[in-house]
């Protein structure tokens, strides 16, 4: 169903213009119709008058030769043949007659013209053997035969054209199409729409779902967006470490083996490409406190570990060992997630000859150890992937590593898998005597840090803080962020 609707000053012209294109519309859809009959009556009035000068030709042929003999007596074989030559005749103009419809829609390759071609040959076959028996007949009665057929034939042919020219004009005046019109152009009375009052009502709508949208993503976040909420269920926060922009740069994209998902890689040192980065001002602050905090501890172990994936603990670990090893401390980082740890990209190193091989009896500590490029910067990769590290973790071989290590170096970083995905942190942490946990910004819940701290608790741990990592610039946690930034690099 169409429905029309013009919009103008003058009503009289509008309602002409709309029953003019509605009577044009109908018309055209009639003319459609119609079209197929059309084009089969102009074809056959174009062979009726050329098949009436036929059967007038065939008529004067006949009388003048019977008018030649006085008599000739057709036996009942040569009417049969007459009959039979009518048939044929009026089957093959039929079939000809439809050859010309299909050829306006089809090409001679479709089927269904094909179908018609063979019924055309057989046909013509048929005619040919009956050639054959009526040329067996005596000469004068071939003759006759013949003579007679062309007047039979030709006069059954033009009638059944011109009862197909009755029928076809029939069919063109019955010819209503499919289109009706229902109702005739009116004026509806209405009015054009209020342009100021309607854009006003569009503005107020867009800014309460604006509004509305806000509010909504507040009430639905389930991360902390402020150091004050971990402080408050009792975990100190070491350094809240902005955003950083560089960092993004260096970080790219690869699938996980027998996995769809992808994961973040570093592969660059953001303390060794932009010093001035802000997020390296907070981690150079979180260097200076942890230098008193690691004063009384036992060892110079420092394990930095997370609740679940992605908080940026690796990122943390990096760019912390980067700019302890900048201030004259010996560091060594090493990537004790055996599983999945990718610290060796950002060295543009490979995994393999690292923990795990040292771990499984296949290399030595000293080969595991590796330059970083960087002045008094070495690192220690995960090595090769092994179906058991939570096992070699526990082994007495990694407890006299650690201890040959912290005779080698000031400083020893272990980034750790996270706490809550396996049991490998809290392994790690045995070994360790400072313990910092890593949480993102609106991304890991109160309650999730703390299940962590509670779980590493449990396993004879002492956490001894926190660091919120990724801290953006909102109008509700700016003065927290920057107040926290400026307290720790104090």
């Known amino acids: 169903m169409l429905r029309m609707t013009m919009v103008g000053a003058d009503r009289e012209e509008i309602l002409r213009t709309l029953d003019a294109v509605a009577e044009t519309f109908l018309t055209q859809n009639v003319e459609r119709q119609s ?26 042929r006949l009388n003048e030769y019977r008018a030649n003999l006085d008599s000739v007596d057709l036996s009942s074989e ?13 089957r093959l103009n039929e079939l000809e007659f439809q050859e010309a419809e299909l050829a306006q829609r089809f090409t001679p390759s479709h089927p269904s013209y094909q179908a018609l071609l063979r019924q055309k040959r057989q046909i013509e ?43 076809l004009q029939v069919a063109r005046a019955g010819t209503i199409g499919n289109v009706r019109i229902i109702d005739r152009a009116a004026i509806s009375g209405l009015v054009a729409p209020n342009r100021a009052r309607t854009t006003l009502l569009a503005t107020l709508l867009g800014a309460i779902l604006a509004v509305g949208g806000v509010l909504l993503r507040e009430l639905l976040r389930r991360g902390v967006d402020s150091p004050e909420q971990i402080e408050a269920a009792g975990l100190p926060v070491y350094a ?8 993004n ?14 994961q973040d890689i570093v ?3 953001l303390a060794d490409r932009e010093p001035s980065d802000l997020a390296l001002e907070a981690l150079r602050g979180l260097r200076t406190s942890l230098h008193f905090a690691m004063l009384e501890g036992r060892n110079n172990r420092l394990m930095i570990t997370g609740p679940s994936p992605g908080v940026g603990k690796s990122f943390v670990s990096i ?6 090893a900048q201030a004259g401390k010996r560091v060594l980082l090493v990537d004790a997630d055996l599983r999945r740890g990718h610290i060796h990209h950002a060295f543009g190193k490979g995994s393999e000859n690292g923990l795990a091989d040292y771990l499984s009896h296949q290399a030595d500590l000293d080969e595991i150890i590796q330059p970083t490029g960087m002045e008094n910067y070495w690192v220690i990769t995960r090595g090769t992937a092994p179906p058991n590290p939570s096992e070699l973790l526990m082994q007495p071989r990694f407890t006299e590593a650690m201890e040959e290590l912290s005779r080698m170096f000031d400083l020893i970083i272990v980034d750790t898998p996270p706490v809550l995905a396996v049991t490998d942190a809290s392994v790690v942490g045995k070994q360790c005597d400072t313990t910092l946990l890593v949480a993102r910004f609106e991304t ?44 720790n690099y104090r």
């Open 35 to 60: 079209a197929q009959a059309e084009q089969s009556l102009q074809f056959l009035e174009d062979q009726a008058p050329e098949l009436r000068e036929q059967l007038v030709g065939a008529e004067q």
């Open 78 to 90: 040569a009417q049969a043949a007459i009959q039979r030559y009518i048939e044929l005749e009026s």
């Open 125 to 167: 076959e048929d005619r040919a053997e009956l050639n054959a028996r009526v040329n067996e007949l005596p000469a004068a009665q071939q003759e006759v035969v013949r003579r007679t057929r062309d007047v039979e034939v030709t006069q059954a042919i033009y009638v059944n054209v011109l009862n197909k020219i009755q029928e």
């Open 240 to 247: 809240t470490i902005p955003l950083s922009t560089g960092q």
């Open 249 to 262: 740069k260096l970080a790219r994209k690869v699938k996980r083996k027998k996995k769809r998902a992808s």
């Open 267 to 269: 592969v660059g040192v």
């Open 319 to 324: 760019n912390l060992g980067a700019v302890s």
């Open 444 to 487: 890991n819940p109160v309650r999730e840090i703390m299940a962590a701290k509670r779980r590493l608790e449990s396993n004879g741990l002492v956490v001894q803080g926190a660091i919120l990592n990724a801290m953006e610039k909102r109008a509700s946690t700016a003065a927290g962020h920057y107040g926290y930034y400026f307290y």
